[in-house]
């Protein structure tokens, strides 16, 4: 089970990688990075977070 209190939303997800709320949504929209939906707002699982920057990182090699 999902513990609530350790999901992210949108805006820290933004800040954390210093990028736009708006970049973060498009890459949700884009299925790239997994989101789950809660009360009208999405969250996101650090450790989805984590994979998708390792993928990244993959790909810069």
């Not at 939303?9 to 990075?33: D, F, I, M, P, Y």
């Amino acid at each position: 089970m999902i513990r609530l209190d350790t999901l992210r939303t949108t805006k820290q997800v933004a800040e954390q990688w210093q990028c736009s709320e708006q970049h973060v949504n498009r890459l949700r929209k884009a299925g790239k990075l997994p989101a789950i939906a809660i009360g009208g707002t999405y969250r996101y699982h650090p450790t989805d977070l984590q994979k998708y920057l390792t993928e990244q990182r993959g790909k810069a090699a």
